[in-house]
């Protein structure tokens, strides 16, 4: 049985939400689940796509977090956590490749 937030669009919405608001949503992707930071949704090459601090992610101790992409259709169950997060990234709008399309981004400030 497919998650009722896992219609393009419904994902779409909900990560935009977050963005907007500067909160973590969790999704499952590649079958883990994650918590994510959304920094940006935006268009690629005709598909939707996520660009996302992971907070687990391991690093070096000298590294900073950059945003991980992930493509939207990739993600499941996605939902907006309610833990708030501070933007690491000053993006600014900008799109991270000439081609991308940005639907939304974090406000910087």
Do not use: C, W
Request: proline share 8%; no cysteine.
């Amino acid at each position: 049985m497919q998650h009722p937030n896992d219609d393009p669009a419904t994902k779409a919405e909900i990560v935009a939400k977050a963005i907007k608001t500067r909160q973590m949503i969790e999704a499952t992707y590649n079958g883990a689940l994650l918590t994510l930071a959304p920094h940006q949704l935006f268009v690629r090459r005709d598909s939707l796509y996520v660009g996302a601090i992971n907070p687990q992610k391991a690093r070096r101790q000298d590294e900073e977090p950059t945003l991980g992409v992930f493509k939207l259709a990739g993600l499941s169950k996605v939902s907006v956590t309610g833990l708030a997060f501070d933007p690491v990234t000053p993006l600014g709008g900008q799109p991270s490749q000439p081609e991308d399309m940005v639907l939304a981004s974090v406000a910087q400030g």
